[in-house]
């Protein structure tokens, strides 16, 4: 089976800006969460979709959303980009097996100037 | 709230020994633990989950503790090889049966030659 992907890999945007990041699970999972990875914060949980229904949310402002299609793929977006909003973005997907491992994407490294 | 914490500082050992990595948690009694493995660049690879019931898991050179007790998982890689150097992260569930993680904040081994 192909892997998680995620595009675009890279992207630099200036502030103020709006970013939309795209994600295909692998075949068969129904859920995507996605993740932001800084040097500082680690890996933080963001929001989880499954079967186009958001079930969990992190603790981030209102300007991080997503959405998920009948297909599974998914997509965040961020509105009105801060500098702070800098860090590699992952994407992750799950078989909705009891013990839910995660199968991460390669994550799109988000700079923002 | 619910804390994850891993020695920050990186483990550095000969190639051939055996490293142990140490995850503790508070305020929290997961379901189960799961260990993952991420290059630099690259997202988290899933390696290894112990659920709540089980003392110890095994895989290849990969060995897995779980203390409910002391809320403690050690992480041992035995006859270790410098192709193992990486960062290893624990990470627990957010909440039951979803794709929610949360993950601590890493632990980077480098094995020497």
């Known amino acids: 089976k192909a892997g998680v992907t995620q595009t675009p890999r890279y992207l630099i945007k200036t502030r103020g800006q709006q970013v939309t990041l795209s994600c295909s699970p692998i075949?068969?999972?129904?859920?995507v969460s996605w993740y932001q990875q800084t040097p500082g914060q680690g890996l933080q949980f963001l929001f989880e979709?499954?079967?186009?229904?958001?079930?969990n949310k992190g603790n981030f402002p209102g300007r991080f959303s997503g959405r998920q299609f009948s297909n599974s793929r998914s997509e965040m977006n961020v509105s009105t980009l801060e500098l702070g909003d800098s860090a590699l973005y992952l994407c992750?997907?799950?078989?909705?097996?009891?013990?839910?491992?995660?199968?991460f994407g390669p994550g799109t490294r988000l700079t923002v100037t | 709230s619910q804390k994850i914490e891993q020695n920050s500082e990186a483990l550095n050992i000969q190639e051939g020994k055996t490293a142990t990595l140490t995850c503790n948690y508070t305020?929290?009694?997961?379901?189960?633990l799961q260990w993952y493995r991420q290059d630099p660049g690259r997202g988290p690879v899933f390696l290894l989950l112990i659920r709540e019931n089980e003392k110890e898991k095994r895989k290849e050179r990969l060995k897995v503790t779980f203390d409910t007790t002391l809320k403690q998982s050690l992480f041992h890689i035995t006859a270790s090889q410098p192709a193992d150097s990486a960062t290893y992260l624990c990470?627990?569930?957010?909440?039951?049966?979803?794709?929610?993680?949360?993950f601590g904040q890493g632990t980077t081994l480098q094995v020497k030659p």
């Open positions: 992750a997907s799950s078989s909705q097996g009891q013990y839910n491992e995660q199968y």
């Open positions: 075949s068969g999972h129904r859920s």
């Open positions: 979709y499954f079967s186009e229904t958001q079930r």
């Open positions: 305020n929290y009694s997961p379901a189960y």
């Open positions: 990470a627990l569930p957010g909440s039951s049966n979803t794709g929610k993680l949360i």
